[in-house]
C-alpha cells in the first residue's frame, strides 16, 4: 500500500490535486471535510455537530473526526492505498491514524505539503466562494480564523513527520498541471 497525507493550508489545493492524485495512483480519496460536507447535507447529527464548528472555522473535536476516519478507511480495506486530504490536522489524529496504518499491517509512506502564502490563500478562498456553495469560504473572518486554526494545532505535523523523514514541501503556487507534476515526483519515489 501507499498513503499519503496530503497536506497543507485551506486553500493550498489539496482537493484539487487529491482528485488528480487518485485516479493517477489508483488510491483511495478521503476528504474529511467533504465527509462532514456530506453528513451536513443529509443532516445528520454528525453534520450537525460538525457545522456548529465549520461555520466558525474551528476544528471539529478529535474523537468525532477520528471516529469518523477510521470508519471512511475501514469501508475501503481493500484499497491499493490513500491520499488523505484535510486529515490529520492535529497531533491526536496523526497518532490515531499511525495506529490505524499499524493495525493494517501498513504505514504512512509520505507527507506531501503544498506550501502557500496567507495572502494568496485568502484570495484563493474568497474567489472559490463565489461559486463554492460553502458557508466557510463566504466570509473573509472565517477564512482568516480557518488559516489562524492552522497555525494553532496543524501547521506542528510537519516537524511530527520530519521526525521520522517523511516530510516533503512542494510550491503549491502554479498551474495545476505544474502543481501535479512536482507532487508526483515525491509520489514516484516513495
Ligand atoms: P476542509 O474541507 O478540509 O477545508 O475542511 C473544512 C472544515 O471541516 C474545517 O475547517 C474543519 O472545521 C472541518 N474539518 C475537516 N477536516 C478536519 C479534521 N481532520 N479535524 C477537524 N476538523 C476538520
Known amino acids: ?8 493550508p485551506p486553500g493550498a489545493g489539496k482537493g484539487t490535486q487529491a482528485e488528480v492524485l487518485k485516479e493517477k495512483y489508483k488510491l483511495v480519496h478521503i476528504s474529511t471535510g467533504d465527509v462532514f460536507r456530506y453528513n451536513i447535507k443529509n ?18 473535536p478529535d474523537t468525532v473526526t477520528i471516529d469518523m476516519l477510521q470508519a471512511e478507511v475501514k469501508k475501503n480495506s481493500d484499497a491499493n492505498g490513500f491520499i488523505f486530504d484535510g486529515f490529520p490536522r492535529t497531533e491526536a489524529q496523526a497518532e490515531a491514524l499511525s495506529n490505524l496504518m499499524e493495525q493494517m499491517d501498513s504505514q504512512i509512506n509520505a507527507m506531501v505539503a503544498l506550501e502557500v502564502e496567507d495572502e494568496v490563500l485568502v484570495k484563493r478562498l474568497l474567489e472559490r466562494g463565489k461559486s463554492s456553495g460553502r458557508a466557510d469560504d463566504a466570509n473573509e473572518n472565517v477564512i482568516r480564523e480557518r488559516i489562524a486554526e492552522y497555525y494553532r494545532k496543524t ?8 521526525k521520522q523523514d517523511k516530510y516533503y514541501g512542494v510550491n503549491g503556487v502554479g498551474s495545476i498541471d505544474e502543481i501535479t507534476q512536482r507532487l508526483s515526483e515525491v509520489v514516484d519515489t516513495l
Do not use: C, P, R, W
Open 155 to 162: 501547521d506542528i505535523l510537519k516537524a511530527y513527520y520530519q
Open 1 to 8: 500500500m501507499t498513503n499519503i497525507v496530503l497536506f497543507g
Open 43 to 60: 443532516k445528520t447529527e454528525l453534520g450537525t455537530l460538525a457545522k456548529s464548528y465549520m461555520d466558525k472555522g474551528h476544528l471539529v
